[in-house]
C-alpha cells in the first residue's frame, strides 16, 4: 500500500510542479534574491520620491498662503505689501503666484511698466491657474494703456479657451465694459445678455443687467 502511494506522488502533477519548482529555486537563488532586493529598492526609491514631492508641495502651499495673506492685509500699506513679497523666494509650483501678486500690486499703484517687466519675466507655469492669470493681468495692463483691441483679444482667447480657469461670466463681463468703452455697444449688448441669460446665478448678474441698462439708454 505505502508504495502504491509512492508511485501515485511520483505521478502527481502537483507534486511534480512544486518539486521542479523547489529545483528552479534552489538553482537560481542568488539570482532571484538580487531580483527581490533591486525590487525592494525601486519601491524605496518611489516611497522616497514620494516623501520628497509630499514635503514640497506642502512648503509650496504655505508660502502661497503665506504670500496671499499679505496681499489681502489691510493693514498694510501697498508698499509693504510689495517689501514683504520681494523678500518671499517664489518657486516653480504654486508659490510662482507670488510673482503674479507683486505685479497686480505694481499695477495697483501705478507702476505699469514694473509690472509689465514682472510678468514679462514670468515662464510658462504647469500650473494652468497661473497662466490663465497672467493672460487676466496682461489683459487689464493693456485696457489702462489704451490698447483695448489687444486686451479683448487675450479674453477672447481666454473665453474660447475650454480649459480656461477664470470663469466665463467675469470674462465676458470684462469684455463689454471694454466694448462699452470703445462704443461697441452692439457687441456689448450681446455679452452682457449672454451673461443674463446663460449665468443667471452669476454673482456679475446685477452688474451686467446694470451696464446694460444703460447702454440701452443711450
Known sequence: MKRKEREHLKEDPFQQFITTALEILRKYKKEIFLGIAAAVGVVLILVVMAIIQSYSISAENKLYAQA???KNDEKLSIEQKVEQLEQLESKGGISASIKLLLASLYFEKGDVQRAKEILDNF???KIK???DQKKLLQADILISSDKQD???EILNQLLNDPRSEIANDFILLKMARVQAKTEQTETAV?????IIDEYPQSAYNYEARNLLNELEEK
Open 129 to 131: 491657474l497661473l497662466n
Open 68 to 70: 496671499v495673506n499679505i
Open 123 to 125: 515662464p510658462t507655469s
Open 150 to 152: 489687444e486686451a479683448l
Open 190 to 194: 450681446a455679452n452682457l445678455n449672454k
